[in-house]
Structure formats: C-alpha cells, structure tokens
C-alpha cells in the first residue's frame, strides 16, 4: 500500500513515516503542503495521510481539490493535526476528510485509524 505523506514540518513527516513503517507500511511519497501533493499524486497513491495548517494550500484546500479529481474520490484520506475541536472535525469531514487524528499520537493510534478508514472503505 502506497501512502502520500502531507506535511510543511518535515519533522512531522518523519515522524508520520516511521510510524508508518513501525506498523508495515514502507512505501510512502511525502509532500510539503497541499500543492505539492497534488503534483505527487497519481494512481499508485492508495491512501492520503495529510495535515491542516499548510502555507500556499492548506489541508482542506488540498483535499477539496483532490476530491474534486475522478482519481481522487475515493482515495482514503486520513487527517493529521493539532485542531482538535468538534467544528474543525465537522468541516474536515464535509471537506471529504475519511477519518481524523489529533497530534500528538502514538503508532497504534495511527494503526487504529488507518485500519478504521480501510474497513469503512471496503479495502
């Protein structure tokens, strides 16, 4: 499964790629911010796990437009961030947003979700 990893602190992709590896996922793109995601973005990408507060597309912005793609409709989007109120869930989840996390956030946690949006997904 082939992850795309959006973050502007490439700590926070680090951190987001070694947890991915620690629970069996190796292969994964990573991008800076929304717009560059979308240039990374093709049909090998099998889910998206991407941040909120980006410079030049932020994560909504990003995930608007990569639902509004045919080849992105139905990817698995999962949401990675410090915005943890109940309104910022609500608007992620109209954005098109799978399923959310809130920073900080162990690897099971991460395992957790991953594995709730793909269920829910039928993968």
Sequence with gaps: ??????DDSATMRRIVVNSLNRIGFSDCVEAGDGA????AFDASVDFVITDWNMP???GLDF???????PE??????????????REDIIQAAQ?????YVVKP?????LKEKIDAVLEACGV
């Design 1 to 6: 499964m082939k992850f795309l990893v959006v």
């Design 95 to 99: 954005a098109g947003v799978n399923n």
């Design 72 to 85: 992105g409709k139905t990817v698995p989007i999962l949401m990675v961030t410090t915005r943890s109120v």
């Design 63 to 69: 995930v608007r437009a990569l639902r509004a793609r």
């Design 36 to 39: 560059e995601a979308l240039e």
């Design 105 to 109: 956030f162990t690897p099971q946690v």
């Design 56 to 58: 030049n597309m932020g």
